[in-house]
C-alpha cells in the first residue's frame, strides 16, 4: 500500500500559498528515492559490500528521470538496482521510505500547476549548481530541499514552511 507523503492539510496549504503568489518549502532529511530495499520473499536487506550501510534506490541522476541504481550515502558505492534476491534467488524485491526524489515526483504529480525544485547534493554537485538553484528558487512555487540546505534558502517570502516525515515503520 503507497501513502501519501502530502496528506490534505498540507496539500490546502501548498494551495493556498500559490493563491497568494507565495512559495512553500518543503524539507525531508533525505536523499534518493526509497531509503530500503529487501528482498520481500526472505527479508535480505541490501546492503553496501564496502561498509555495511542499507543502500538506498535512486531513481534520478541529479535532475534527469529514470536512473534505476542503489547507492550508498557513506561511500558513493553504486550498482544497479537489483531484479533478484542473492540470498534466495526471488524476484520479489520491495522498496520503502521515501526521500526527496519521490517527494518531488509525487509534487510534480498532484501539483502539476505549480514550479517544483529539488535541492540537496544530488542536484547541487556541478559548478555554481547550488548558486543557480537559490536563484531558481526565486521564480518557484514549490522548493523540495533536504534538511541540510534550510539556512541556505530564503524563507521571508515563504506562505508555508513544512518538514516532511512519515514513519516508515508503521
Known sequence: ISQKLIGTRLAGELKKAKAENKQALLFVNRRGYNSHITCRACGYVFTCPHCSVSL????????????K???CHYCGYTSPLPEICPVCGGSRIGYSGFGTQKLQDELENDFSDM???RMDSDTTGGKFSHDKLISEFATAFTDVATKCWTSNLPTSEAGSISSIHRNIYM
Request: aromatic content about 6%; overall charge positive.
Open 69 to 71: 541504481k542503489m547507492s
Open 56 to 67: 538506498t534506490h535512486h531513481a534520478y541522476e541529479g535532475n534527469t528521470r529514470g536512473v
Open 115 to 117: 514550479k517544483i525544485t
